[in-house]
């Protein structure tokens, strides 16, 4: 468009004066609308290439599109088998995390029965330990079985070395 618009100025602002200048003139003005004219010609060829190509370029990115809504029938089956094995992964992780809540709360409840069982014994081994007297065994054991404390020609030492116990290989001795 702007070319010829450039070939109008050209054609509108030469002048026909004769003589030899004029004539030059003439031939650079042709020659000049010559060149704009080609120059033209060319850039509607490479225009026309362009469009060309884009137009190319839509029809195979339509076609691609085409053939990518289309799916096989293979990977359908593909795609199915995909997902019933995750469904079966996903159905055993939620069985083996239930399984395992399961037996939390079993050690929970277990750790609880183990600590109410030490607490009864605790209390039981109280209660034995407040009924038994002291005084009373002691007195006991003088009045109505006869028991009396040792005397000091009874009593033997043993001389034990650094040994945390001892072996005995015979009988204590009676006196």
Same mark, same amino acid.
């Given at each position: ?70 799916? #096989?029938? @293979? ?5 199915? @088998? ?15 995390? #239930?399984?395992? *809540? ?6 929970? #409840? ?10 009864? *014994? ?8 407040? #009924? ?8 006991? @054991? ?5 028991? @009396? ?27």
């Amino acid at each position: 468009m702007r070319q010829q618009q450039e070939l109008q100025y050209w054609e509108s602002n030469t002048t026909y004066i004769d003589g030899n200048a004029a004539r030059e003139l003439q031939r650079e003005t042709r020659q000049r609308r010559e060149q704009v004219h080609q120059e033209f010609v060319r850039r509607q060829e490479e225009e026309r290439e362009l469009k060309k190509r884009q137009r190319q370029t839509r029809v195979a990115v339509q076609r691609n599109r085409a053939r990518s809504l289309q799916i #096989s029938p @293979a990977y359908v089956l593909f795609l199915t @088998a995909t997902v019933a094995v995750m469904a079966m992964v996903f159905a055993c992780y939620l069985h083996l995390q #239930s399984v395992l *809540n399961q037996n939390v709360q079993n050690v929970a #409840s277990l750790e609880t029965e183990v600590l109410n069982l030490k607490n009864d *014994n605790d209390a039981v081994q109280k209660k034995i330990s407040n #009924s038994v007297n002291i005084d009373n065994i002691r007195q006991r @054991a003088m009045d109505e079985l006869g028991m @009396a404390y040792p005397q000091e020609d009874q009593i033997e030492y043993f001389e034990v070395d650094n040994d945390d116990y001892m072996n005995q290989y015979e009988e204590i001795p009676e006196r």
